[in-house]
T-cell receptor, first 113, second 115 residues
């Protein structure tokens, strides 16, 4: 069975540009969460989506946005990129909103120059 | 909000010895505490978790203990093997007003198993 898949795996952008990252959850999982992992740190919660609605948001600026599609896949968008946005962006899926176990993808490595 | 502190940042042990990683959390409302293992170039993988109504949980060579009064929990790995070398993260589940299930992670422990 396929796990959580993310694309692209690596990308390079320049300051001020926009980026879209994509995630497909495990089949049957309805909840998708996004995390940012800066090098040498633990992942930091950005968003959770369940049944196509935003259910939670971490302490990130409005430049970060996301959405979930009817097939439960998700996109993370970041506008006006800053150097500090360089990080590994992780997508995680879970069966439902209240279940504990999160299954992470391999991540999208974003470098902002 | 929740804050999770993790120690040590690096831990080197001889193969076959035990390793212990400790975490403290600040929000007494947290009731779910997972541990993740992250290998180089990969996403975090859940290795064990514990809920607040349980004080200890064991799965083969891995165990987790939770002290809710002191707000700390620990990961114990016995009979360490080379494949245990990785970065380990503890986490606590954060409850926001909207009921999101966002995890708050510690900064990680780089576990090195010396042959």
């Amino acid at each position: 069975d396929a796990g959580v898949t993310q694309s692209p795996t690596h990308l390079i952008k320049t300051r001020g540009q926009h980026v879209t990252l994509r995630c497909s959850p495990i089949s049957g999982h309805k909840s998708v969460s996004w995390y940012q992992q800066v090098l040498g740190q633990g992942p930091q919660f950005i968003f959770q989506y369940y049944e196509k609605e935003e259910r939670g948001r971490g302490n990130f600026p409005d430049r970060f946005s996301a959405r979930q599609f009817p097939n439960y896949s998700s996109e993370l968008n970041v506008n006006a990129l800053l150097l500090g946005d360089s990080a590994l962006y992780l997508c995680a899926s879970s069966l439902g909103r209240g279940t504990g176990e999160l299954f992470f993808g391999e991540g999208s490595r974003l470098t902002v120059l | 909000g929740e804050n999770v502190e993790q120690h040590p940042s690096t831990l080197s042990v001889q193969e076959g010895d035990s390793a212990v990683i400790k975490c403290t959390y600040s929000d007494s409302a947290s009731n779910y505490f997972p541990w993740y293992k992250q290998e180089l170039g990969k996403g975090p993988q859940l290795i064990i978790d514990i809920r607040s109504n349980v004080g200890e949980k064991k799965d083969q060579r891995i165990a987790v203990t939770l002290n809710k009064t002191a707000k700390h929990f620990s990961l114990h790995i016995t009979e360490t093997q080379p494949e245990d070398s990785a970065v380990y993260f503890c986490a606590a589940r954060l409850y926001s007003g909207g009921g999101a299930d966002g995890l708050t992670f510690g900064k990680g422990t780089h576990l090195i198993i010396q042959p």
